[in-house]
């Protein structure tokens, strides 16, 4: 039989800090670095032992033994305090149920309508710009992710502040996650300011949740088929016993708008960043947009010819996954690959990592959307970019869906000048890794066109000297 050997650690651990000050403060390239440690590697966040996985093979057979692997570890325990057990964080013993529950929401033949609600939300917001308008497009992308997210829950009858509040409150919670995920349990309890408004933002965001929630049941629904409606009429098996409490209703609808709204938001993001930053792929990406779209807002049926736009955004999601950093917890004495992993033992997986494997992909931090060419015959999207097993992303679709066609109507409408300040990533990656402030100036590119021919070439892909 094969010897089992112990995880050896990465070297670099300080005294009680272990590898923390140089997680926090380089996080992606402390992540790149492991890999040559070997393919499980031990590393120290304070007090806190994670092993962190570095090879791909092993990385699926963590994923696909779930139940050995389970959910777990302090990301997921933070994540519950907001979205207490829905479909993301639930232990897999509870997830099979739940996942039986919400599959049809998303079934392929839901897609199109949902691309309806995509384009509606996009071609209202995205219309409504005004030419040579600034504005953070983070921001904005945030909240048309975030409405349609909302809109394939709730319906599209809303009731407008109460999602404004969810939005801020958001924001807030994000905003201190990974700081508070990382900080020993005593001092998440100081009342600091930032530990304040982080507790406040998790309480709001979930009785905001009960809100929409109660309107929409009082309302009688919206008579739309949306997720909430088939939760609702969900039955236990062989009963009329409703599937869900309302308790766990408000956790799906806070665990559906927390993955799906900023992750798909943050790789448009990382796609018109990099895209600013490479004007040859800027002129081919514009080029296909203006040829396919001719200034409309993208819609269902252009996808298939929106081809090189997928390529952006598909290697946008390998250079930059939004789920970069994911825990699991051994549920019993266990072994990956020749490891011995001890039961309780903080396991996590990085598709950052994985992408960034110069094996899998040559020459990895180059941003090259040729990578994805279908031609290629390599797979349709990067390693476990959307996880993988039983815990598989539900929304890997739908997100797909609307990230093609919100870079498309972004670039259909407005040439965007992205500012100077926008084009330095933040040092600390958040839950998701997302570009940070993206200051942004809008031209139309009716006035564009008025501009020389020889002008208008050096303009496009070219970064602005703005801000
Ligand atoms: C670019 C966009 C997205 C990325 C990169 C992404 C990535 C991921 C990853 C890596 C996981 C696995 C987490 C783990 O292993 O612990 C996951 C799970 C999940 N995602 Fe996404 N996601 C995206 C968009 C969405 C959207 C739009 C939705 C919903 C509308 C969504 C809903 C979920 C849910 C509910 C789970 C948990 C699935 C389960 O455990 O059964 N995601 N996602």
């Not at 790149?32 to 057979?61: M, N, Y």
């Not at 739940?98 to 599959?103: A, D, E, F, G, M």
């Not at 993206?438 to 070219?462: F, I, P």
């Amino acid at each position: 039989m094969e010897s089992v050997s112990p995880v050896p650690r990465a070297p670099g651990a300080k005294p009680v800090v272990g590898h923390l000050a140089a997680f926090l403060r380089a996080p992606l390239a402390f992540l790149r670095s492991l890999p040559a440690h070997g393919p499980l590697v031990e590393i120290r966040l304070a007090r806190k032992s994670v092993v962190v996985v570095c090879d791909p093979e092993l990385t699926s057979t963590m994923l696909v033994h779930d139940r050995v692997f389970d959910k777990g570890g302090p990301l997921f325990e933070r994540l519950r305090e907001a979205g207490g057990q829905g479909l993301a964080t639930c232990p897999a013993a509870e997830h099979r149920r739940q996942r039986r529950l919400i599959q049809p929401a998303f079934h392929q033949a839901r897609f199109p309508d949902y691309a309806r609600i995509m384009t509606e939300r996009m071609d209202a917001v995205i219309g409504n710009w005004r030419d040579g308008q600034t504005l953070d497009l983070a921001v904005a992308s945030r909240n048309i992710t975030a409405d349609v997210v909302l809109s394939a829950v709730f319906g599209t009858r809303l009731d407008h502040g109460l999602h404004v509040r969810l939005a801020t409150d958001f924001d807030t919670l994000l905003a201190g996650f990974t700081r508070h995920s990382l900080l020993p349990k005593p001092l998440r309890k100081v009342p600091t300011p930032g530990n304040v408004r982080y507790e406040r933002a998790t309480r709001r965001v979930r009785q905001s949740m009960a809100d929409l929630t109660t309107q929409y049941r009082e309302s009688g629904g919206t008579g739309e088929t949306n997720l909430l409606s088939m939760l609702i009429a969900a039955r236990a098996p062989e009963s009329d016993v409703p599937a869900l409490t309302d308790d766990e209703l408000v956790d799906q609808a806070v665990t559906m708008y927390s993955a799906g709204t900023e992750t798909t938001a943050g790789a448009v993001n990382w796609s018109l960043y990099l895209a600013a930053t490479h004007p040859a792929v800027h002129a081919r990406l514009t080029a296909e947009v203006s040829t396919v779209l001719d200034g409309r807002t993208a819609g269902w049926d252009d996808l298939p010819r929106l081809r090189y736009t997928r390529q952006v955004f598909t290697e946008a999601l390998r250079m930059y996954p939004p789920g970069w950093f994911l825990t699991r917890q051994t549920q019993q004495d266990t072994r990956l690959g020749t490891y011995a992993l001890p039961k309780g033992t903080t396991i996590a997986y990085s598709p950052y990592l994985i992408s960034h494997l110069p094996t899998l992909y040559p020459d990895p931090q180059r941003f090259d959307p040729d990578r994805w060419d279908p031609r290629g015959g390599q797979p349709r999207l990067p390693a476990f970019v959307f996880g993988g097993g039983a815990r598989k992303c539900i929304g890997d679709e739908f997100s797909l869906v609307e990230g093609v066609l919100l870079l498309a109507s972004l670039l259909s409408h407005w040439h965007i000048d992205l500012h100077r300040d926008s084009l330095t990533a933040p040092r600390l990656p958040q839950l998701t890794l997302n570009p940070g402030r993206l200051r942004a100036t809008l031209t139309a590119h009716s006035r564009l066109r008025g501009v020389s021919e020889k002008s208008r070439g050096r303009r496009l892909g070219q970064v602005s000297r703005r801000g």
